[in-house]
């Protein structure tokens, strides 16, 4: 399988993290080894992406995949890759989450939209009858949607 895994997030996300969370428990059972080194936070500013990578190809840390805190996140690496001269998937893989991109051939991790609007419901109106319940994690329903930008393990030994 693939060897190292990097992750392109904004940490201040509380979403973010329990992807993050979620992430590093899909590496553990795989038996890949995790490290926050593997893991950017790149703000939306022109440049952030491709110097990031430049610098990983610099330093022959370039990861076998990325896992994007979402699709638009997605799509923009894709972009730098291209740029920079890599080949997505021959090169790199990429994930998305979120599955809202139309038109790109992207792999992504899709959500259950209607499970998440009847979860949301359903708290509104016990925080309504109830009276000010505090905050709490809900989970939805996803599954992988593959696409174009996830190919065979490549490894980097």
Do not use: H
């Amino acid at each position: 399988g693939y060897d190292e895994a990097g992750q392109e997030l904004f940490l201040t996300a509380q979403d973010s993290y329990y992807r993050l969370v979620a992430m590093r428990q899909a590496l553990s059972e795989a038996r890949i080894p995790f490290s926050f080194n593997n893991c950017f936070e790149v703000p939306f500013e022109p440049g952030n992406t491709d110097r990031i990578l430049q610098q990983l190809i610099d330093e022959n840390r370039m990861p076998t995949a990325f896992v994007c805190f979402d699709d638009v996140v997605a799509v923009l690496l894709l972009e730098s890759l291209t740029a920079l001269g890599l080949e997505v998937p021959k090169d790199v893989s990429v994930l998305g989450f979120g599955d809202v991109v139309e038109g790109i051939d992207l792999a992504t991790a899709t959500i259950d939209t209607n499970d998440m609007a009847e979860l949301a419901v359903a708290r509104i109106r016990e925080r309504i009858s109830q009276g000010g319940l505090g905050g709490m994690t809900l989970s939805v329903t996803s599954a992988f949607k593959p696409g174009g930008s996830i190919g065979p393990v490549k490894t980097t030994k």
